[in-house]
């Protein structure tokens, strides 16, 4: 089965479209998402339109604030004081990553924890840790979506996730974990890589490195969720699984292009209508 995140991800946000419609009749304002780009990376730039895209489609309102490379950390810090305080914004999202006089960290915790879509401010990541309810990491949520979507249950299940970012490996591990799944996360240290996927129920790459895991790699019916997004030796788009090598052998699997990255975004819309039932008090 050839999981598309990208019918899945449309289905979703025809929900949301349909859910902000009807906001119009109850509330006195729409859901609004604050995009601050730092600089001119051209990913970044992608992706940012993405987004504003993402929230035009819906009907929410957004926001996007551009600076050329030289504003400072003072003033970004500033200016997310200013969003914090405005109540007509619901979702603040800083593109990452942030030119190098400027510190992340520093950022990301003056981020308004019930603001912060990415779900990246430690008191988010803290509340995942534990369990409480919090808004979680985009990429990780839209794998736990896609999961539900196919009705795959992880209960008692092996889970090997190769990488551990902080927005990604971790935090799909901490999900896959509250859904009583084993876990296990592999990292460029790990011993006897391939080993270790071949026990996987459901093996999950966020690595970054194209085609590195191939059908060596994965167990015969296995779920396979690929995050990155690499080039290859034609420069075309594709993940951190050989998905010609592997297709035959999985139960599923997600394509890249239209597997996880369309679900990042919708995400990012379901975090911005959370936080927007949030502060309306619901
Ligand atoms: P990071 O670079 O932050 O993390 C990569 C992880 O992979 C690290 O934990 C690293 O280990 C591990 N790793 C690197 N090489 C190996 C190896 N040879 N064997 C085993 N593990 C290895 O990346 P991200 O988590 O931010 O992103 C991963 C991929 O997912 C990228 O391709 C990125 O573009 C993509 N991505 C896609 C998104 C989407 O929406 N589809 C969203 C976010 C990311 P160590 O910690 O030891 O260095």
Known sequence: MIISGKEISTKIKDQLKEEVEQMKNKYDRLPKLAVILVGENQASQVYVRNKERGCSYVGMDSLKITHDATFSEEELLNEIKQLNEDDTVDGILVQLPLPDHINEDKVLEAIDPSKDVDGFHPENVAKLFLGQKSLVPCTPKGMMVLLDEINYDLTGKEVVVVGRSNIVGKP???????????????????????????????????????????????????????????????NKLCGDVDFEDVKDKVYAITPVPGG???????????????????????
């Not at 996880?260 to 379901?270: A, E, F, N």
Request: proline fraction near 1%.
């Open 260 to 282: 996880i990255g369309p679900m990042t975004i919708t995400m990012l819309l379901h975090n911005t209508l959370e936080a927007f039932y949030h502060h309306q008090g619901e």
């Open 172 to 234: 799909v591990s901490l999900l896959c974990l509250q859904k009583n799944a084993t876990v296990t996360i592999a990292h460029s240290k790990t011993k006897d890589l391939k080993e270790v996927c071949q026990r996987a129920d459901v093996l999950i790459a966020a690595v970054g490195r194209a085609k590195m895991i191939n059908r060596d790699y994965v167990k015969e019916g296995a779920v396979v969720l690929d995050v990155g997004i690499n080039r290859d030796e034609n």
